[in-house]
Antibody, heavy 121, light 110 residues
């Protein structure tokens, strides 16, 4: 059974930093691309970033480029999202997601439970 | 970044058929097709359909997807109370090199 266990949500001030983690199990982590998708309170879904199976390539939505970094540790079966220079508009539930293939353009087939990040002064 | 267009809400009677639409362009829906997701309040999304009309295991045959040009559709037959949820379409945009989402359609089953 695919499981994506997320941790790291918090309340932070604007300009702060946070690293989200997602521990994967139930599948061969090194063979699949992974993504982060967020959902602001009461709003729709927004894709944030994706990383290939090897970690050799990654893509980001424009609003987080230069501020967020996606990475993966295959030895720990864990996906990360390092978020810097946080803004109020980054407030959202962040979902870790497994892709169906090995590249970032593969569709998402499993979702984590989500973790809330709140950016407020 | 440009997203996909979905109607904000659709209401249908129990046991009727609902068709939800999702309009993009030649770089996303018209190119790679769309996926469809269902999200109940307070829960993560669930994949309903991919590559236009492939259903993951465990997804009811009442859900079917199609595409015509730049518009994707999700048809839900025999509506049940548990179908009341938010439905999102999404597609990889080869020009933006990002996944784009629709704003979501809230389906109400009367």
């Amino acid at each position: 059974e695919v499981q994506l266990l997320q941790s790291g949500g918090a309340l932070l001030q604007p300009g702060g930093s946070l690293r989200l983690s997602c521990a994967a199990s139930g599948f061969s982590f090194s063979n699949y691309a992974m993504s982060w998708v967020r959902q602001a309170p009461g709003k729709g879904l927004e894709w944030v970033s994706g990383i290939s199976d090897t970690g050799g390539s990654a893509f980001y939505t424009d609003s987080v480029k230069g501020r967020f970094t996606i990475s993966r540790d295959i030895s720990k079966n864990t996906l990360y999202l390092q978020m810097n220079s946080l803004r109020a508009e980054d407030t959202a539930v962040y979902y870790c997601a497994k892709c169906a293939g090995n590249r970032e353009w593969s569709h998402i087939d499993y979702w984590g439970q989500g973790t809330l990040v709140t950016v407020s002064s | 970044q440009a997203g996909l267009t979905q109607p904000p809400s659709v209401s249908k009677d129990l046991r009727q058929t609902a068709t939800l639409t999702c309009t993009g362009n030649t770089n996303n829906v018209g190119n790679e097709g769309a996926i469809w997701l269902q999200q109940h309040l307070g829960h993560p999304p669930k994949l309903l359909s991919y590559r236009n009309n492939n259903r993951p295991s465990g997804i009811s045959e009442r859900f079917s997807a199609s595409r015509s040009g730049d518009t994707a559709s999700l048809t839900i037959t025999g509506l049940q109370p548990e179908d009341e949820a938010d439905y999102y379409c999404s597609a990889w945009d080869s020009s933006l090199t990002t996944w784009v989402f629709g704003g979501g359609t809230k389906l109400t089953v009367l």
